[in-house]
T-cell receptor, first 110, second 113 residues
């Protein structure tokens, strides 16, 4: 089966650092993706990990441990515009589709 | 503009009716994926097409069907609509190059009344 878990909600303060965790149990694994989604809008691609370790891209970093079925998204120097849902998704072998978790709603306060 | 075009943006229809949602992928992308997102829910995979052929199927209801045409645009047909079908429907496309991810369209918001 497919199971991807993320916290439902998180809050943080502007300028701070926040880590959003994702654990997964899937029948196949061919990469893990993080997307940002503002309410009612399209998800936008943030990062991709297929090998263990940390990928850094500006204020955003993503980490993967395949043996633990675990990933996190690290957001630094938080800004108000970072208030959004963050979606963790695993790419399956079957047709390369993405399987999404339910997302973590992040609220950034001044 | 992501390059993936979905029409219409909004659709309001009555229970029992049938609607068609349209998606044009980014130029050069052969794969189209359809997702449903109900209120405060995650993205649920419905179906994938690759170069005109069905490639993967998720929890798509029998009342729903899709196809991909020779020009690579795709249509998702929803019939015998129920109130619970109200949701955002997204399509995404990809070239298969993982580092760029999958590009989503802006979605169609379907409201069934």
């Amino acid at each position: 089966g497919q199971n991807i878990d993320q916290p439902t909600e998180m809050t943080a303060t502007e300028g701070a650092i926040v880590q959003i965790n994702c654990t997964y149990q899937t029948s196949g694994f061919n990469g893990l993706f993080w997307y940002q989604q503002h309410a009612g809008e399209a998800p936008t691609f943030l990062s991709y990990n297929v090998l263990d370790g940390l990928e850094e891209k500006g204020r955003f970093s993503s980490f993967l441990s395949r043996s633990k079925g675990y990933s996190y998204l690290l957001l630094k120097e938080l800004q108000m515009k970072d208030s959004a849902s963050y979606l963790c998704a695993v790419r399956d072998y079957g047709g390369d589709k993405l399987i999404f978790g339910t997302g973590t709603r992040l609220q950034v306060f001044p | 503009d992501s390059g993936v075009t979905q029409t219409p943006k909004h659709l309001i229809t009555a229970t029992g009716q049938r609607v068609t949602l349209r998606c044009s992928p980014r130029s050069g992308d052969l794969s189209v994926y359809w997702y449903q997102q109900s209120l405060d829910q995650g993205l649920q995979f419905l179906i994938q097409y690759y170069n005109g052929e069905e490639r993967a199927k998720g929890n798509i209801l029998e009342r729903f069907s899709a196809q991909q045409f020779p020009d690579l645009h795709s249509e998702l047909n929803l019939s015998s609509l129920e109130l619970g079908d109200s949701a955002l429907y997204f399509c995404a496309s990809t070239t298969g190059g993982a580092h760029h991810g999958y590009t989503f369209g802006s979605g169609t918001r379907l409201t069934v009344v």
